[in-house]
């Protein structure tokens, strides 16, 4: 029997459903001439397209082989998934009092369904699966709810577990950090042990990322959907003091060690190559300068949907400093997006960017939008403001599969959880801020945070990967 060939055509990556029907129609058949399809034969790795670029892997991983092995030879001891609730409605809320109640009627409901079953296998052996009632509007029964319910494990609201998180790219909401609510916290309470827990943490696409590679710091508990499956890898991770003897210099009244998450293999590599006054500090923003260049993006794109970023040590220590000093410049940037000041150039309608704050009634936000699909340098904020004069320049920041401005306009809209009806507006968080303006000098902000992010970008050195 003859081998089966391959014949494959790339018609490019996210297209909408009706681009590609429209493809299928033109060319209608694969016999068609005109298709000119190309036979593909798989390589070492089992890729039969999108091929992975052998020189990857020369390069030193992010992640180790085995989480907090002190002898790791990659850049990273630690790392983990984001953050994933499985209760997203309940567990987020940009009000902080709609949060608190949503989560005392899960509870309240949880605990009544409870006390309910642990009567009913009084008569009858059943599960728990079985034994409750099903109500979305109430909870979404989670396998870990369930087994609580099993054995008699009463929930409560603790409020010193009420904290913000960086849901979206520059999207913060109030959250619910209480382990028994989520599904899955992974290695999240190693990184923020507590709401108060101070650590930087670089967010990246994590394998299978259907989206183009992005990275983003956070100092906050970040969500598993902050970046397309998100990988955080931080600059701490703590260890409760029990867990280990006390070190003598180490703080007695602190309930946690922080121990460093670069590697000591990595630091002496960098030391040997750059310099005695390389720190593990430099290193971390290094990763963050380096993976926002476009040209390794570009060159393995391919592996970076199937692997977790590698990174080579650059040849020359200019460099590395230069990627060093561009990451740290882009952190301080992330980090403090809502501080920055708005271009020059943008326009309140039509006119420059009044000193005066608005009316708090004219500045209530429903859904921003564009006036055309094409018309980006212009956004109507609300049916009393418009933003005009936006810089092109801005919309080349993308984070995540859209640019930033566009993750502010989408997500700083009224939503309404379609099976528990709880209803989400970011007008809260400006309110119980006592700052009215706040989503209005976040979008802003954000544009100069793009354009920023695109000057620092388009100054990082030209490697040559290959």
Known sequence: MNKAEIFYKDIGDYLSREEKLQIVREDRSILNPELKMTKIK?????????????????????????????????????????????????????????????????????????????????????SAKDGVVYDSSKINWTDMFLKDIENNIKYELKKDRICVSLYRPFIKMQFCYEKQFIQRTYQQQKLFPTPQSKNLVLCMSGIGSTKSFST??????????????????????????????????????DEYIRRDAISDFILDQAKTRYGGRVTKEDIFYYVYGILHSPEYRKTFANDLKKMLPRLPLVEKPVDFWVFSEAGKKLANLHLNYEDQTAPKEILINGKPIPSKPFPADQLIVNQMKFPAK????????????????????AYEYVVNGKSAIEWIMERYSVT???????????????????????????????????????????????????
């Open 216 to 253: 983003l710091i956070t100092d906050i508990i970040p969500c598993l959907d902050l970046v397309d499956k998100s990988q955080c890898f931080p600059l701490y991770w703590y260890e409760k003091k029990e867990e280990k003897q006390n070190n003598l210099f180490e703080n007695p009244d």
């Open 374 to 393: 094409d018309k980006k340098d212009n956004i109507i904020y609300n049916q009393h403001i418009s933003i005009s004069n936006i810089p092109p320049k």
């Open 42 to 126: 798989p390589n070492e790795h089992g890729d039969w397209i999108n091929k992975r670029n052998s020189k990857f892997d020369e390069f030193i991983p992010l992640e180790p082989e085995q989480k907090f092995d002190d002898k790791t030879q990659s850049y990273f001891s630690v790392y983990s998934l984001g953050i994933a609730t499985n209760k997203d409605a309940w567990l987020y809320n940009y009000s902080l009092d709609n949060l608190e109640r949503n989560v005392n009627e899960m509870i309240n409901f949880y605990n009544s369904q409870r006390i309910a079953y642990q009567k009913l296998i009084k008569t009858k052996i059943i």
């Open 416 to 466: 309404i959880h379609k099976e528990s009806g709880i209803k989400n507006d970011p007008n809260d968080w400006a309110k119980e801020h006592e700052n009215p303006q706040y989503i209005l000098d976040l979008l802003l902000s954000v544009i100069t945070v793009s354009v920023k992010t695109v000057d620092i970008v388009n100054g990082l050195p030209k490697v040559e990967w290959e």
